[in-house]
């Protein structure tokens, strides 16, 4: 079993659908980073959180500690949204990340 | 530019020769790490920097395996032996000691 596991694998929603991807993990983490990466390759950080929530524009991001579960939110979505979403924790001690399989996320106009 | 540099973007080698991958990470960040990331899976962790020592190598798949970073800005990541099992695009990332990492746009490698 991976230690960072996401869901779904695909999702395709239709723009201005509300969008939610599920990130679990069976370890112990000091932080937890959710990325963007667009086809070609680039990784953007779009929120590294260890407890709470954040939100930035569309973006909104939460995690529950004692449930060793993140999600990431995209109210409103675009065409422009369709990227692959990654979710990475950092374990606690350590500063490398471990990171999800990524959700593949296509948004039709 | 301000961002997290790698040179090659794309380095098509035989199985058996050596190569040699660059970062330059953001000016300031003391923390440099480097993931490989195979396609249709996410990054996996290889090595990770603080200054000029590794801190973290056990990511590092074997001994044909090597980086470094000898004044704490530049990395370099030296692969000997290559095999066609190293293909994949390797990313470099770098970070204020602790904070959101900033990645680069990766190497894209094929051993042919």
């Known amino acids: 079993k991976n230690e960072v596991e996401q869901s779904p694998q695909n999702l395709t929603a239709q723009e201005g659908e509300f969008i939610t991807i599920n990130c679990s993990y069976s370890?112990?983490?000091?932080?937890l980073h959710w990325l963007q990466q667009h086809p070609g390759g680039g990784i953007v950080s779009l929120f590294m959180?260890?407890?709470g929530k954040k939100k930035h524009g569309r973006l909104i991001a939460t995690i529950n500690i004692q449930e060793k579960h993140s999600s990431l939110h995209i109210t409103a979505s675009h065409p422009r949204d369709s990227a692959v979403y990654i979710c990475?924790?950092?374990?606690?001690?350590?500063?490398?990340?471990?990171f999800g399989k990524g959700t593949k996320l296509t948004v039709n106009p | 530019g301000a961002g997290v540099s790698q040179t090659p973007s794309n380095k098509v080698t035989e199985k058996g020769k050596y190569v040699e991958l660059r970062c330059d990470p953001i000016?300031?960040?003391?923390?440099l790490y480097w993931y490989r990331q195979s396609l249709g899976q996410g990054p996996e962790f290889l090595i990770y920097?603080?200054?000029?020592?590794?801190?973290?190598d056990s990511g590092l798949p074997n001994d044909r395996f090597f980086a470094v970073r000898p004044e704490g800005s530049v990395s370099t990541l030296k692969i000997q032996r290559t095999e066609r099992g190293d293909s994949a695009v390797y990313l470099c990332?770098?970070?204020?000691?602790?904070?959101?990492?900033?990645f680069g746009p990766g190497t894209r490698l094929t051993v042919l």
């Open positions: 370890v112990g983490i000091s932080a």
């Open positions: 920097f603080q200054g000029t020592g590794a801190a973290d």
């Open positions: 990332a770098s970070s204020l000691s602790g904070g959101r990492q900033f």
């Open positions: 000016s300031g960040h003391t923390a």
């Open positions: 990475a924790v950092r374990q606690g001690g350590s500063e490398k990340l471990v």
């Open positions: 959180l260890s407890s």
